[in-house]
């Protein structure tokens, strides 16, 4: 049942436009679905002062740094997040993953961090389009989520979201088919069974992100075993990302 809906802000939105932005969307919001607002850093601020309070509103960051404190020049921590009002945060998107070279280890140290200052985790696995063209994404999709969840606890299962987004979906305006998406959220749902357990794999929030708008909505709604959508480019305008909620 489809009941998260995370909009990833991305590089968009100065803090004036945020609080434009949460000004059309959160009296229009009827809580509907539980719905994550993955903010840049510098519009946390206003998000947590128009958020506070709202039903089914989460504020979320981008990123996380993956140590606490220190000689880190122009990052931000878990620990700061948290105090700044943040309950969720992305950690391995494929725009980090290539861009900032974040690998496994590195995503895997961001997890725990994020853990240890008691915020929730959205955490984006994928295939490129080669590894889907030579039949690889099953393999990505494990080799990506057991790096990530190495050494977690079953228990800390609860606070992580796991974001089925191939890499070729993102920005691109193509996605795959409602059955294909299905076939891989089976598949992350097999790996949780296999490296925690059946109940674990059952319970796990599992979101499909990737070139979602309001026009092909409809088609995935029904996707067997999925939870939810993150949705980047068309969430960045209010209506727009009000018009995808109403038809979920
Ligand atoms: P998109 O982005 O909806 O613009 O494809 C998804 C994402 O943030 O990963």
């Known amino acids: 049942m489809i009941s998260i809906v995370i909009a990833n802000l991305k590089m968009n939105l100065t803090p ?19 719905l994550t607002l993955c903010l840049p850093y510098t519009s946390l601020a206003v998000g947590k002062f ?3 309070g709202k039903k ?3 504020l979320g960051s981008q ?20 105090d700044a009002g943040v309950d ?5 998107h494929s725009e980090r993953r290539k861009r900032f070279k974040e690998d496994g280890k590195c995503i895997n140290r961001k997890i725990k961090s994020a853990l240890k200052n008691g915020l929730g985790i959205i955490l984006c696995v994928g295939e490129s389009l080669a590894e889907r063209n030579t039949l690889k994404t099953f393999v990505s999709l494990k080799e ?15 606070r992580i979201i796991i974001a089925y987004e191939p890499i070729w979906a993102i920005g ?22 296999d490296d925690f357990s059946q109940s674990a794999s059952e319970k ?5 992100g990737g070139s979602i708008d309001s026009k092909n909505i409809k088609q995935f709604t029904n996707c067997k075993n999925l939870n939810g959508f993150l949705i980047g480019g068309a969430s960045i305008d209010p209506n727009n990302l009000l018009k995808i909620i109403s038809l979920i």
């Open 16 to 34: 004036s436009e945020t609080k434009d932005y949460l000004m059309t969307l959160l009296p229009r919001f009827d809580g509907k679905v539980d």
């Open 50 to 52: 128009l958020c506070e």
């Open 56 to 58: 089914a509103v989460r």
């Open 63 to 82: 990123n996380i740094n993956d140590e606490e404190e220190g000689r880190s020049t122009g990052e931000i921590s878990g620990r700061m997040l948290k």
């Open 88 to 92: 969720y945060t992305i950690v391995g």
């Open 144 to 158: 990506q989520i057991e790096e990530a969840l190495k050494g977690l606890y079953e228990n800390e299962l609860e």
């Open 172 to 193: 691109s305006g193509k996605t795959p088919t409602a059955k294909e998406i299905s076939q891989a959220v089976k598949e992350i749902r097999r790996i949780i069974k």
């Open 204 to 208: 796990i929030n599992v979101v499909y």
